[in-house]
């Protein structure tokens, strides 16, 4: 037997024994396990928390509140600098138009993610929480908002974060999810995002949102120009975190890159289907203390179901997130079509009504 066919065997009977693997078990795993060792793995992992057959999905759609933003981060092909042409905020009647959309569509949870916009304060967001909760009751529920969005709010505001979460809750926000976490690595932020935030501010501000009693998720996005080390430390701050406070899911979805400054340099490659889903498993083994791991159908469309048998147990159907779409992914509104793609695959989906989970958080 070879040393790595040992220290494969090693890895694996750590899983099967639910022992923690360590980042340079991760990193043997990525080098030298064969993608049928990781899919066969990551079932072990997920079957510590869910049954074989069973996975759960949502209906959503992602709302732009505003499309001018100060960050410049180099992945985006969304934004609109102040003063620029084209650029937005939506109104109430704007956003309550596409919510009612989705109601009709049988969706029940919007997310929301914007620019970093210097004319929007708070109170802005604040009214948008209050005028929804107003009209929706809890027929449906919100993603609102995102880190790096409350990351830059608090900062506009000069308000400490416990502060702007308090504010936030007091609006009717019950959750502010992970969104716009990228690579959480200080090294990447500096190579492509060094206006939005440090890694230290962002589990920071994910702290001080648990402690004011709301709830989160995690999430990443991998096929930029990151190493393998940058994705498993992504992972193990992810861990960490976890262990300390609480993250109810994990989404990994890959860089579009279509029409972004950073596409353009590297060339517009996307990683291919089959480096998703190896990464996925690894994310299922790594993150042994979050139960819900999701995969991405709207960035991987169809093949994105092939991730519940490397680990996944949930995911979306978007209709709309102006964000990726910008960069290339694309949308597909026949919803029995792709629920029938995980039902040849084995797999029975169950609605998940994010409306109706009012449970206290998992930590
Ligand atoms: S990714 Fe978000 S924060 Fe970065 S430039 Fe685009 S809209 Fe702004």
Redesign the pocket.
Known sequence: MSTSSASLSAIRRKIEGRERISPADALLLWREAPDEEMRSLASLARARFHAPNACTYLLMRIINTT?V?????D??A??TLPGQAGGYVLSQEQVFAKIDELLTLGGDLVGF????NPQLSLDYYCDLVRAIRARYGDRIELYAFTI?EFLYLADHASLPYAATAERLKQAGVRWITGG?SEILTEDFRRRH?KF?YTVAQFFAAQAAIVAAGLRTTATMVIGFDETIEERIEHLDRTRRFQDETGAESFLCWNFKPYSTPLGDKLGNIEITPAEYLRHLALSRIYLDNIPRIRTSVLTQNERALEGLLYGADDFDLPIEDE?TQKAGATINLNFDKILNVARSLGFEPTYRHVALDRSAKAI
Do not use: R, T
């Open positions: 499309n933003c100060v960050a410049q981060c992945y985006c969304f934004y993610n914007g620019g970093f790096a716009g995002s939005k964000v």
